[in-house]
């Protein structure tokens, strides 16, 4: 059984940092490529970014490019969204979520992701 657990939310001044966690279990980073997500108060969820399982091709959405770093460890089983120069519009509960690829090169957060974590919240404020 696919399990998700992320961590590492919580609350930082604008132009700060925060990394979360994603840990994984019942899959294979090789096999599964992840995404992350968020989704603020009253809006729609959106795809952050993602990681593909064969060789850690990375995609970003625009609004997070030069800021947000998604990188993983596939001894800990773990992803990573490093996330700097946060600001107040960052703010959000964030998911990550698991799509079987079977060893893809490419990620896409437009597909329909098959498995997901309970969220962390993250909020920019001073």
């Known amino acids: 059984q696919v399990q998700l657990v992320e961590s590492g939310g919580g609350l930082v001044q604008p132009g700060g940092a925060l990394r979360l966690s994603c840990a994984a279990s019942?899959?294979?980073?090789?096999?599964?490529?992840i995404g992350w997500f968020r989704q603020a108060p009253g809006k729609e969820r959106e795809g952050v970014g993602c990681i593909s399982s064969y060789d850690g091709t990375t995609y970003y959405q625009d609004s997070v490019k030069g800021r947000f770093t998604i990188s993983r460890d596939n001894a800990k089983n773990t992803v990573y969204l490093q996330m700097n120069s946060l600001k107040p519009e960052d703010t959000a509960v964030y998911y990550c979520?698991?799509?079987?690829?079977?060893?893809?090169?490419?990620?896409?957060?437009?597909?329909?992701?098959?498995?997901w974590g309970q969220g962390t919240q993250v909020t920019v404020s001073s």
């Open positions: 019942g899959l294979s980073l090789d096999l599964f490529g």
């Open positions: 979520a698991a799509l079987y690829d079977g060893g893809s090169s490419w990620c896409d957060v437009g597909y329909e992701y098959d498995s």
